[in-house]
Every structure is written in C-alpha cells, then in structure tokens.
C-alpha cells in the first residue's frame, strides 16, 4: 500500500501564490509517475501536472508557465507550485501515484480556493 497526503491548500487572492505538498509513505517501490489532479464542483476530475519516473514532466494547458510540479526523493514528497492563481484554479487538488503495473493510489485532496 501507498499512502499520500497532501498539505498546503487554502484561501488566496487572484493573481497569488501557493505551494502544495504530497507526501508518500508505504510501498513506495516501481513508481512510474506522481501527479496532481484537481476536481472542481460540478466537474470531473483533470490531470493538473505528472512527474514521471525519470524526471521528465506534463503540464496541462492551463496551467503552463504559472505551475511547477517537482519533487524531492530524499523526502518522498511531490510538490506542486502554483503562481498567478486565478479564480478558475479553485478546486480540491489530489495527489496521485502510478505504480508501474497500473495501480493508481490517492490522496484525500486539499482545498484551494481563489477569489478577492
């Protein structure tokens, strides 16, 4: 088993910053990727930033230029830094690890809410 936990979400200002983190313990073994997710009230789930297992990363769209997903090994932690938040970017953030046979774990999400 895996277990994520993410920290960091909160209230800001249009045009702010945050930083979010997801921290893994467990099995942490094969991992092919970790990434964040976001899931809005009344909307599915989307694919926010991945971190693959050799360093390379994806970004969505709409959040090219303003968010960076990184990592640190050393603490098994992902994060996920968010500049120029817009209003738009208000959602529950969910971590995630992909194991490299297919399972999927998840965190319990972290608020983030954008709005003056």
């Known amino acids: 088993q895996v277990q994520l936990v993410e920290s960091g979400g909160g209230s800001v200002q249009p045009g702010g910053s945050l930083r979010l983190s997801c921290a893994t313990s467990g099995s942490i073994f094969s991992i092919y990727s970790q990434g964040w997710y976001r899931q809005a009230p009344g909307k599915q789930r989307e694919s926010v930033a991945v971190?693959?297992?050799?360093?390379?990363?994806n970004y969505a769209d709409f959040v090219k230029g303003r968010f960076t997903i990184s990592r640190d090994n050393a603490k098994n932690t992902v994060y996920l830094q968010m500049n120029s938040l817009k209003p738009e970017d208000t959602a529950v953030y969910y971590c995630?690890?992909?194991?490299?046979?297919?399972?999927?774990?998840w965190g319990q999400g972290t608020q983030v809410t954008v709005s003056s």
């Open positions: 995630n690890v992909v194991r490299s046979g297919g399972r999927v774990y």
């Open positions: 971190i693959i297992s050799g360093g390379s990363t």
